[in-house]
């Protein structure tokens, strides 16, 4: 199935999750998972969060930032991945002066 994300609409967050500046998203979902690209701005953040039910994968596209991963700080490159197993908390942070692009999706856990 292709999926076209220039076709979806964006949807624009101010402080995503209580983070700081905007984050875009183009999104696809369904019944068991949402695929998206997000874009945060310079200085951007999407806050600290737990996946209870779920997990997710960023893969870096473009700039770069972090991830804050439990009690770590990992780099957000192009070309990087970071998953975010069920039960875990992190947050990703653009620390760079250009926007950052992250491919990601939150799947749900099936045992």
Do not use: W
Request: charged share 25%; proline share 5%; hydrophobic share 30%.
């Amino acid at each position: 199935m292709e999926i076209r994300f220039q076709e979806q609409s964006e949807e624009i967050f101010h402080r995503l999750r209580d983070g700081e500046g905007i984050v875009h998203r183009h999104k696809y979902e369904d019944d068991a998972a949402r695929i998206m690209i997000l874009t945060l701005e310079p200085g951007a953040s999407i806050g600290r969060h737990t996946h209870d039910a779920d997990y997710e994968v960023f893969y870096g596209i473009s700039g770069k930032g972090k991830v804050l991963y439990e009690d770590t700080e990992e780099p957000m490159l192009p070309g990087t991945c970071h998953y975010c197993p069920q039960g875990h908390t992190h947050s990703l942070v653009n620390d760079g002066d250009e926007p950052m692009s992250v491919f990601a999706i939150v799947a749900k856990h099936v045992n």
